[in-house]
Protein backbone atom coordinates (compact mmCIF):
# COMPACT_ATOMS: atom_id res chain seq x y z
CA UNK A 1 0.00 0.00 0.00
CA UNK A 2 0.93 3.81 -0.57
CA UNK A 3 3.02 5.20 2.12
CA UNK A 4 1.99 2.30 4.41
CA UNK A 5 5.74 2.30 6.94
CA UNK A 6 5.22 6.43 6.98
CA UNK A 7 1.61 6.10 6.94
CA UNK A 8 1.67 3.90 10.17
CA UNK A 9 4.48 5.98 11.97
CA UNK A 10 2.62 9.48 11.81
CA UNK A 11 -0.59 8.33 12.92
CA UNK A 12 1.70 6.77 15.46
CA UNK A 13 2.92 9.33 17.12
CA UNK A 14 -0.23 11.71 16.19
CA UNK A 15 -2.26 9.69 18.31
CA UNK A 16 0.64 9.08 21.03
CA UNK A 17 0.83 13.05 21.51
CA UNK A 18 -3.18 13.52 21.29
CA UNK A 19 -3.92 10.98 24.33
CA UNK A 20 -1.09 13.30 26.24
CA UNK A 21 -3.49 16.46 26.20
CA UNK A 22 -0.90 19.23 27.36
CA UNK A 23 2.69 18.57 25.61
CA UNK A 24 5.83 18.87 27.39
CA UNK A 25 9.10 19.92 25.57
CA UNK A 26 10.33 16.53 26.01
CA UNK A 27 7.02 15.27 24.51
CA UNK A 28 7.57 16.94 21.48
CA UNK A 29 11.27 16.24 21.15
CA UNK A 30 10.39 11.96 21.25
CA UNK A 31 7.59 13.16 18.31
CA UNK A 32 10.11 14.93 16.37
CA UNK A 33 12.76 12.14 16.81
CA UNK A 34 10.36 9.46 15.30
CA UNK A 35 9.43 11.11 12.43
CA UNK A 36 13.04 11.72 11.68
CA UNK A 37 13.42 7.96 12.12
CA UNK A 38 10.17 7.28 9.85
CA UNK A 39 11.46 9.23 7.27
CA UNK A 40 14.80 7.95 6.88
CA UNK A 41 13.62 4.62 7.16
CA UNK A 42 11.33 5.41 3.79
CA UNK A 43 14.13 6.04 2.37
CA UNK A 44 13.80 9.91 2.31
CA UNK A 45 16.87 11.55 1.40
CA UNK A 46 19.03 12.57 4.36
CA UNK A 47 19.52 16.29 3.56
CA UNK A 48 15.44 16.37 3.03
CA UNK A 49 14.94 15.03 6.38
CA UNK A 50 17.14 16.93 8.22
CA UNK A 51 15.63 20.32 7.11
CA UNK A 52 12.16 18.94 7.33
CA UNK A 53 12.66 17.58 11.25
CA UNK A 54 14.37 21.07 11.80
CA UNK A 55 11.95 23.15 10.87
CA UNK A 56 9.39 21.10 12.47
CA UNK A 57 10.78 21.68 15.61
CA UNK A 58 11.37 25.24 15.63
CA UNK A 59 8.00 25.61 14.72
CA UNK A 60 6.62 23.06 17.44
CA UNK A 61 9.04 24.18 20.59
CA UNK A 62 7.07 27.82 19.99
CA UNK A 63 4.41 28.79 21.86
CA UNK A 64 2.39 28.06 18.79
CA UNK A 65 1.88 24.81 20.63
CA UNK A 66 3.23 25.07 24.33
CA UNK A 67 0.17 27.20 24.55
CA UNK A 68 -2.86 26.01 22.63
CA UNK A 69 -5.47 24.89 23.90
CA UNK A 70 -5.25 21.65 21.34
CA UNK A 71 -1.32 20.90 21.60
CA UNK A 72 -1.36 17.69 19.38
CA UNK A 73 -3.75 18.70 16.98
CA UNK A 74 -1.52 22.03 16.72
CA UNK A 75 1.52 19.89 16.14
CA UNK A 76 -0.24 17.42 13.55
CA UNK A 77 -1.04 21.08 11.59
CA UNK A 78 2.18 22.12 11.75
CA UNK A 79 3.61 18.82 10.22
CA UNK A 80 1.11 19.02 7.62
CA UNK A 81 1.87 22.31 6.29
CA UNK A 82 5.21 21.85 6.15
CA UNK A 83 5.19 18.38 4.82
CA UNK A 84 2.82 20.33 1.77
CA UNK A 85 5.56 22.72 1.48
CA UNK A 86 8.17 19.72 1.35
CA UNK A 87 6.14 18.54 -1.88
CA UNK A 88 5.98 21.96 -3.39
CA UNK A 89 3.56 23.41 -2.26
CA UNK A 90 0.62 24.28 -4.79
CA UNK A 91 -0.23 22.31 -7.51
CA UNK A 92 1.84 22.98 -11.14
CA UNK A 93 0.14 23.11 -13.96
CA UNK A 94 1.64 22.94 -17.22
CA UNK A 95 2.49 25.63 -19.52
CA UNK A 96 0.47 25.03 -22.63
CA UNK A 97 0.11 27.64 -25.62
CA UNK A 98 -1.95 28.96 -28.24
CA UNK A 99 -1.62 28.36 -31.69
CA UNK A 100 1.87 26.95 -31.73
CA UNK A 101 3.20 23.27 -31.17
CA UNK A 102 3.36 22.47 -27.71
CA UNK A 103 6.69 20.85 -26.95
CA UNK A 104 7.00 18.32 -24.48
CA UNK A 105 10.13 16.44 -23.79
CA UNK A 106 10.28 13.04 -21.59
CA UNK A 107 13.79 11.88 -20.10
CA UNK A 108 14.70 9.73 -17.08
CA UNK A 109 16.01 6.40 -16.34
CA UNK A 110 15.02 2.84 -18.72
CA UNK A 111 11.90 1.87 -16.80
CA UNK A 112 10.65 4.49 -15.48
CA UNK A 113 7.69 4.74 -17.38
CA UNK A 114 8.47 7.60 -20.18
CA UNK A 115 6.95 5.69 -22.55
CA UNK A 116 3.46 5.25 -20.73
CA UNK A 117 3.63 8.24 -19.30
CA UNK A 118 3.88 9.77 -22.72
CA UNK A 119 0.65 8.34 -23.69
CA UNK A 120 -0.69 8.91 -20.64
CA UNK A 121 -0.27 12.76 -21.13
CA UNK A 122 -1.20 12.91 -24.85
CA UNK A 123 -4.21 11.14 -23.62
CA UNK A 124 -4.81 13.32 -20.04
CA UNK A 125 -4.11 16.67 -22.61
CA UNK A 126 -6.24 15.85 -25.90
CA UNK A 127 -9.48 15.43 -23.06
CA UNK A 128 -9.01 18.36 -20.47
CA UNK A 129 -7.20 20.92 -22.50
CA UNK A 130 -8.35 20.01 -26.61
CA UNK A 131 -5.04 19.42 -27.79
CA UNK A 132 -4.75 17.62 -31.01
CA UNK A 133 -1.33 15.61 -29.60
CA UNK A 134 1.35 13.76 -32.38
CA UNK A 135 4.06 11.38 -30.28
CA UNK A 136 7.17 11.15 -31.16
CA UNK A 137 9.20 7.66 -30.71
CA UNK A 138 12.64 9.11 -30.36
CA UNK A 139 13.80 5.92 -28.64
CA UNK A 140 15.79 3.96 -31.18
CA UNK A 141 18.04 2.45 -28.40
CA UNK A 142 15.90 -0.90 -28.54
CA UNK A 143 13.61 -1.74 -31.51
CA UNK A 144 10.48 -2.59 -28.93
CA UNK A 145 10.66 0.82 -27.96
CA UNK A 146 9.07 2.50 -31.05
CA UNK A 147 6.84 -0.54 -31.33
CA UNK A 148 5.24 0.11 -27.75
CA UNK A 149 5.04 4.04 -28.38
CA UNK A 150 3.07 2.51 -31.70
CA UNK A 151 1.04 0.07 -29.91
CA UNK A 152 0.26 2.68 -27.23
CA UNK A 153 -0.80 4.84 -29.86
CA UNK A 154 -3.24 2.56 -31.27
CA UNK A 155 -5.09 2.42 -28.45
CA UNK A 156 -5.72 5.76 -28.10
CA UNK A 157 -6.14 6.37 -31.77
CA UNK A 158 -3.23 9.06 -31.11
CA UNK A 159 -0.43 9.28 -34.29
CA UNK A 160 2.95 8.35 -33.58
CA UNK A 161 5.68 9.85 -35.83
CA UNK A 162 8.52 7.05 -35.75
CA UNK A 163 10.73 5.63 -38.47
CA UNK A 164 11.28 1.43 -39.24
CA UNK A 165 14.83 1.86 -40.03
CA UNK A 166 17.27 3.30 -36.98
CA UNK A 167 17.70 6.89 -38.03
CA UNK A 168 19.08 9.96 -35.52
CA UNK A 169 16.53 10.83 -32.73
CA UNK A 170 17.73 14.09 -33.42
CA UNK A 171 16.92 14.08 -36.86
CA UNK A 172 13.59 11.99 -35.84
CA UNK A 173 12.76 14.83 -33.26
CA UNK A 174 13.02 17.49 -35.87
CA UNK A 175 10.95 16.41 -38.36
CA UNK A 176 8.46 15.50 -35.90
CA UNK A 177 7.86 18.89 -35.44
CA UNK A 178 7.76 20.17 -39.26
CA UNK A 179 5.38 17.23 -39.37
CA UNK A 180 3.15 18.62 -36.29
CA UNK A 181 3.23 22.46 -37.68
CA UNK A 182 1.90 20.63 -41.60
CA UNK A 183 -0.97 18.93 -39.78
CA UNK A 184 -1.95 21.01 -37.15
CA UNK A 185 -0.62 19.14 -33.78
CA UNK A 186 -0.41 21.42 -30.92
CA UNK A 187 1.03 19.30 -28.57
CA UNK A 188 4.22 17.25 -29.29
CA UNK A 189 5.48 15.15 -27.01
CA UNK A 190 8.80 13.20 -27.54
CA UNK A 191 9.32 9.97 -25.57
CA UNK A 192 13.29 9.93 -25.45
CA UNK A 193 15.84 6.30 -25.01
CA UNK A 194 16.80 5.73 -20.98
CA UNK A 195 19.42 3.62 -19.62
CA UNK A 196 19.69 2.40 -16.44
CA UNK A 197 22.09 4.58 -15.52
CA UNK A 198 23.23 8.36 -16.18
CA UNK A 199 25.31 8.10 -19.57
CA UNK A 200 27.33 10.58 -21.16
CA UNK A 201 26.41 9.78 -24.38
CA UNK A 202 22.68 9.61 -23.86
CA UNK A 203 22.67 13.36 -21.97
CA UNK A 204 24.79 14.56 -24.91
CA UNK A 205 22.00 13.27 -27.36
CA UNK A 206 19.29 14.55 -25.34
CA UNK A 207 20.74 18.09 -24.78
CA UNK A 208 21.06 17.84 -28.82
CA UNK A 209 17.37 16.98 -29.02
CA UNK A 210 16.56 19.89 -26.70
CA UNK A 211 18.60 22.49 -28.53
CA UNK A 212 17.25 21.72 -31.60
CA UNK A 213 13.23 21.76 -30.91
CA UNK A 214 13.08 24.26 -27.89
CA UNK A 215 10.79 21.98 -25.63
CA UNK A 216 8.77 24.05 -23.59
CA UNK A 217 8.41 21.29 -20.86
CA UNK A 218 11.43 19.19 -20.00
CA UNK A 219 10.05 16.39 -18.12
CA UNK A 220 11.82 13.80 -15.87
CA UNK A 221 9.68 10.60 -15.36
CA UNK A 222 11.26 9.44 -12.20
CA UNK A 223 9.83 5.67 -10.34
CA UNK A 224 8.51 6.36 -7.35
CA UNK A 225 9.17 3.13 -6.03
CA UNK A 226 13.07 4.20 -5.67
CA UNK A 227 14.10 6.10 -2.94
CA UNK A 228 16.83 8.84 -2.12
CA UNK A 229 18.78 7.33 -5.15
CA UNK A 230 16.57 8.97 -7.75
CA UNK A 231 18.13 12.37 -5.82
CA UNK A 232 21.33 11.58 -7.75
CA UNK A 233 19.79 11.01 -10.97
CA UNK A 234 17.24 14.22 -11.14
CA UNK A 235 19.81 16.21 -10.02
CA UNK A 236 22.17 14.78 -12.88
CA UNK A 237 19.33 15.36 -15.27
CA UNK A 238 18.23 18.57 -13.99
CA UNK A 239 21.63 19.87 -14.21
CA UNK A 240 22.05 18.93 -18.23
CA UNK A 241 19.03 19.85 -19.17
CA UNK A 242 17.03 22.18 -16.98
CA UNK A 243 14.15 20.28 -16.07
CA UNK A 244 10.80 21.91 -16.16
CA UNK A 245 8.97 19.42 -13.55
CA UNK A 246 8.93 15.75 -12.57
CA UNK A 247 6.04 12.87 -13.06
CA UNK A 248 6.29 10.40 -10.33
CA UNK A 249 4.99 6.96 -11.97
CA UNK A 250 3.84 3.80 -9.77
CA UNK A 251 2.69 5.40 -7.12
CA UNK A 252 -0.08 2.57 -6.82
CA UNK A 253 2.16 0.32 -5.50
CA UNK A 254 4.05 -0.54 -1.92
CA UNK A 255 5.98 2.81 -2.14
CA UNK A 256 7.62 3.86 0.66
CA UNK A 257 8.21 7.30 -0.11
CA UNK A 258 11.57 8.13 -0.31
CA UNK A 259 11.70 9.61 -4.09
CA UNK A 260 8.47 11.18 -3.39
CA UNK A 261 9.29 13.30 -0.73
CA UNK A 262 12.66 13.65 -1.72
CA UNK A 263 12.65 14.61 -5.60
CA UNK A 264 10.94 18.50 -5.18
CA UNK A 265 13.11 19.67 -2.36
CA UNK A 266 16.46 18.16 -3.95
CA UNK A 267 15.65 19.34 -7.40
CA UNK A 268 13.73 22.82 -7.03
CA UNK A 269 11.36 21.36 -9.31
CA UNK A 270 7.81 20.62 -8.60
CA UNK A 271 6.51 17.23 -9.70
CA UNK A 272 3.79 18.10 -12.07
CA UNK A 273 1.64 14.78 -12.13
CA UNK A 274 1.65 10.86 -10.48
CA UNK A 275 1.35 7.55 -12.34
CA UNK A 276 -0.67 5.61 -11.04
CA UNK A 277 -1.31 2.47 -12.49
CA UNK A 278 -0.59 1.07 -15.78
CA UNK A 279 -3.91 1.37 -17.63
CA UNK A 280 -3.63 4.93 -19.43
CA UNK A 281 -6.13 6.86 -17.68
CA UNK A 282 -4.16 6.35 -14.57
CA UNK A 283 -2.72 9.84 -14.45
CA UNK A 284 -3.36 12.59 -12.20
CA UNK A 285 -2.09 16.17 -11.71
CA UNK A 286 -0.07 16.24 -8.41
CA UNK A 287 -1.24 17.81 -5.42
CA UNK A 288 1.06 18.69 -2.85
CA UNK A 289 -1.97 18.85 -0.02
CA UNK A 290 -3.68 15.79 -0.97
CA UNK A 291 -0.51 13.83 -1.26
CA UNK A 292 0.45 14.79 2.10
CA UNK A 293 -2.85 14.16 3.80
CA UNK A 294 -2.54 10.62 2.68
CA UNK A 295 1.05 10.54 3.63
CA UNK A 296 -0.18 11.44 7.25
CA UNK A 297 -3.47 9.18 6.98
CA UNK A 298 -6.26 11.88 6.89
CA UNK A 299 -8.70 11.45 4.03
CA UNK A 300 -8.22 12.59 0.59
CA UNK A 301 -11.41 13.44 -0.05
CA UNK A 302 -10.68 15.93 -3.01
CA UNK A 303 -8.51 13.15 -5.35
CA UNK A 304 -11.83 10.90 -4.66
CA UNK A 305 -14.61 13.65 -6.04
CA UNK A 306 -12.01 14.39 -8.78
CA UNK A 307 -12.33 10.43 -10.14
CA UNK A 308 -15.66 10.03 -8.87
CA UNK A 309 -16.69 12.83 -11.13
CA UNK A 310 -14.00 11.93 -13.94
CA UNK A 311 -15.65 8.15 -14.03
CA UNK A 312 -18.97 9.04 -13.20
CA UNK A 313 -21.13 9.42 -15.88
CA UNK A 314 -22.37 12.71 -15.77
CA UNK A 315 -25.30 12.61 -17.80
CA UNK A 316 -26.44 9.31 -16.09
CA UNK A 317 -26.05 11.33 -12.77
CA UNK A 318 -28.08 13.79 -13.50
CA UNK A 319 -30.58 11.72 -15.56
CA UNK A 320 -30.87 9.35 -11.64
CA UNK A 321 -31.07 12.61 -10.17
CA UNK A 322 -34.37 13.75 -12.09
CA UNK A 323 -35.69 10.28 -11.34
CA UNK A 324 -35.18 10.17 -7.93
CA UNK A 325 -36.67 13.77 -7.43
CA UNK A 326 -39.91 12.06 -9.76
CA UNK A 327 -39.76 9.31 -7.11
CA UNK A 328 -38.96 6.79 -10.15
CA UNK A 329 -35.78 5.12 -8.81
CA UNK A 330 -36.26 1.32 -10.01
CA UNK A 331 -33.93 -1.84 -10.26
CA UNK A 332 -32.79 -0.46 -13.39
CA UNK A 333 -31.33 2.65 -11.85
CA UNK A 334 -29.99 0.87 -9.20
CA UNK A 335 -27.78 -1.74 -11.62
CA UNK A 336 -26.80 1.53 -13.45
CA UNK A 337 -25.63 2.98 -10.15
CA UNK A 338 -23.87 -0.48 -8.89
CA UNK A 339 -21.89 -0.43 -12.67
CA UNK A 340 -20.94 3.18 -12.62
CA UNK A 341 -19.19 2.18 -9.54
CA UNK A 342 -17.50 -1.03 -10.31
CA UNK A 343 -16.81 0.85 -13.58
CA UNK A 344 -14.29 3.19 -11.35
CA UNK A 345 -12.23 -0.02 -10.94
CA UNK A 346 -10.14 -0.27 -7.78
CA UNK A 347 -13.17 0.23 -5.08
CA UNK A 348 -10.59 -0.51 -2.53
CA UNK A 349 -7.95 2.20 -3.94
CA UNK A 350 -10.93 4.85 -4.13
CA UNK A 351 -12.18 4.01 -0.06
CA UNK A 352 -8.55 3.98 0.37
CA UNK A 353 -8.50 7.85 -0.73
CA UNK A 354 -11.87 8.28 1.21
CA UNK A 355 -11.18 7.37 4.60
CA UNK A 356 -7.50 7.39 4.87
CA UNK A 357 -5.74 4.17 4.35
CA UNK A 358 -5.63 2.90 8.48
CA UNK A 359 -9.02 2.33 8.91
CA UNK A 360 -9.89 0.50 5.85
CA UNK A 361 -7.25 -2.25 6.71
CA UNK A 362 -9.81 -5.23 6.42
CA UNK A 363 -11.82 -3.77 3.39
CA UNK A 364 -11.50 -6.64 0.80
CA UNK A 365 -11.86 -4.63 -2.58
CA UNK A 366 -12.08 -8.22 -4.56
CA UNK A 367 -15.07 -9.44 -2.31
CA UNK A 368 -16.51 -5.86 -3.10
CA UNK A 369 -16.34 -6.18 -6.65
CA UNK A 370 -17.49 -9.58 -6.53
CA UNK A 371 -20.50 -9.11 -4.91
CA UNK A 372 -21.25 -5.49 -7.25
CA UNK A 373 -21.02 -8.64 -10.12
CA UNK A 374 -23.26 -10.69 -8.17
CA UNK A 375 -25.91 -8.20 -7.20
CA UNK A 376 -25.88 -7.33 -11.25
CA UNK A 377 -26.28 -11.08 -12.19
CA UNK A 378 -29.42 -10.89 -9.63
CA UNK A 379 -30.70 -7.79 -10.90
CA UNK A 380 -30.47 -8.86 -14.48
CA UNK A 381 -32.59 -12.31 -13.83
CA UNK A 382 -35.20 -10.19 -13.66
CA UNK A 383 -38.06 -9.61 -16.03
CA UNK A 384 -38.80 -5.79 -16.83
CA UNK A 385 -41.58 -5.67 -14.97
CA UNK A 386 -40.28 -6.37 -12.09
CA UNK A 387 -37.03 -3.93 -12.26
CA UNK A 388 -39.30 -1.15 -12.51
CA UNK A 389 -42.06 -2.40 -10.16
CA UNK A 390 -39.43 -4.27 -7.43
CA UNK A 391 -42.96 -4.87 -4.99
CA UNK A 392 -44.43 -7.29 -7.21
CA UNK A 393 -41.30 -9.33 -6.64
CA UNK A 394 -43.05 -12.11 -4.26
CA UNK A 395 -41.51 -15.35 -2.84
CA UNK A 396 -42.53 -17.92 -5.85
CA UNK A 397 -40.41 -14.88 -8.32
CA UNK A 398 -37.35 -14.65 -5.73
CA UNK A 399 -37.00 -18.59 -5.77
CA UNK A 400 -37.18 -18.03 -9.59
CA UNK A 401 -34.96 -15.20 -9.59
CA UNK A 402 -32.23 -16.82 -7.66
CA UNK A 403 -31.67 -19.70 -9.65
CA UNK A 404 -31.52 -17.81 -12.75
CA UNK A 405 -28.82 -15.81 -11.47
CA UNK A 406 -27.75 -18.50 -9.29
CA UNK A 407 -27.50 -17.17 -5.98
CA UNK A 408 -29.35 -17.84 -2.27
CA UNK A 409 -32.89 -16.28 -2.01
CA UNK A 410 -31.41 -14.66 0.95
CA UNK A 411 -29.24 -13.02 -1.72
CA UNK A 412 -32.21 -12.00 -3.37
CA UNK A 413 -33.52 -10.89 -0.38
CA UNK A 414 -30.44 -8.56 0.44
CA UNK A 415 -30.54 -7.23 -2.60
CA UNK A 416 -34.00 -6.01 -2.66
CA UNK A 417 -33.26 -4.81 1.29
CA UNK A 418 -30.14 -2.75 -0.33
CA UNK A 419 -32.59 -1.20 -2.79
CA UNK A 420 -35.47 -0.08 -0.45
CA UNK A 421 -32.24 1.60 1.74
CA UNK A 422 -31.10 3.22 -1.30
CA UNK A 423 -34.29 4.44 -2.27
CA UNK A 424 -35.47 5.60 1.42
CA UNK A 425 -31.84 7.27 1.77
CA UNK A 426 -32.22 8.93 -1.43
CA UNK A 427 -35.67 10.52 -0.72
CA UNK A 428 -34.71 11.73 2.21
CA UNK A 429 -31.81 13.63 0.76
CA UNK A 430 -33.83 14.53 -2.22
CA UNK A 431 -36.22 15.59 -0.08
CA UNK A 432 -36.08 19.22 0.46
CA UNK A 433 -35.17 20.20 -3.24
CA UNK A 434 -32.22 22.36 -3.43
CA UNK A 435 -31.14 21.82 0.22
CA UNK A 436 -29.37 18.91 0.37
CA UNK A 437 -28.89 18.16 -3.35
CA UNK A 438 -24.81 18.69 -3.92
CA UNK A 439 -24.39 16.42 -1.02
CA UNK A 440 -26.21 13.30 -3.17
CA UNK A 441 -23.07 12.13 -5.38
CA UNK A 442 -23.73 8.84 -5.28
CA UNK A 443 -23.53 6.17 -2.37
CA UNK A 444 -21.64 2.93 -2.59
CA UNK A 445 -24.42 0.28 -3.42
CA UNK A 446 -23.49 -2.52 -0.71
CA UNK A 447 -21.69 -2.49 2.82
CA UNK A 448 -18.72 -1.80 3.85
CA UNK A 449 -16.35 -4.10 6.12
N1 LIG B 1 1.92 0.09 -11.88
C1 LIG B 1 2.39 1.05 -12.67
N2 LIG B 1 3.19 0.71 -13.68
C2 LIG B 1 3.66 1.67 -14.49
C3 LIG B 1 3.33 3.04 -14.29
N3 LIG B 1 3.95 3.76 -15.25
C4 LIG B 1 4.63 2.87 -16.00
N4 LIG B 1 4.47 1.61 -15.56
C5 LIG B 1 5.05 0.36 -16.07
O1 LIG B 1 6.46 0.43 -15.97
C6 LIG B 1 7.06 -0.28 -17.03
C7 LIG B 1 8.07 0.58 -17.76
O2 LIG B 1 7.38 1.63 -18.40
P1 LIG B 1 7.90 2.31 -19.74
O3 LIG B 1 6.92 3.37 -20.09
O4 LIG B 1 8.21 1.30 -20.77
O5 LIG B 1 9.26 2.97 -19.21
P2 LIG B 1 10.41 3.71 -20.02
O6 LIG B 1 11.52 2.72 -20.19
O7 LIG B 1 10.83 4.85 -19.16
O8 LIG B 1 9.83 4.16 -21.31
C8 LIG B 1 5.93 -0.74 -17.93
O9 LIG B 1 5.64 -2.09 -17.64
C9 LIG B 1 4.76 0.14 -17.53
O10 LIG B 1 3.53 -0.49 -17.72
C10 LIG B 1 2.48 3.38 -13.17
O11 LIG B 1 2.13 4.55 -12.90
N5 LIG B 1 2.04 2.34 -12.42
MG1 LIG C 1 10.47 3.82 -23.23
New binding site residues.
Partial sequence: MLFEGLNEKFQNVFSGLKKKGKLTEADIKAANREIKLALLEADVNFKVVKEFTKIVAERANGEEVMKSLTPAQQYIKIVNEELIKLLGGEAHELEIKKDEPNIFMMVGL??A????T?AKLANLLRKEKKLNPLLVAC?VQ?PA?VE??KVLGRELNIPVYSFEQKMNPRVIARQAVAEAKKNGNDLVII????RLHIDDNLMTELEDISGLVKPSEILLTVDGMTGQESVNVANEFNDRLGLSGVILTKLDGDTRGGAALSIAYTTGQPIKFIGTGEKLTDIEVFHPDRMANRILGMSDVLSFIDKAQDMFDMEKAQELEEKLRAQEFDLNDFRDQIEQIQGMGDIGGLLEMLTGSNKIKNFDSKAAEKQASRQIAIISSMTEEERLKPNIINSSRRKRIAAGSGVQVSDVNKLLKGFDQTKKMVKQLTGTPGKQRRKRRFRLPFNIG
Fill in positions: QGGKTTADRAQLDTAG
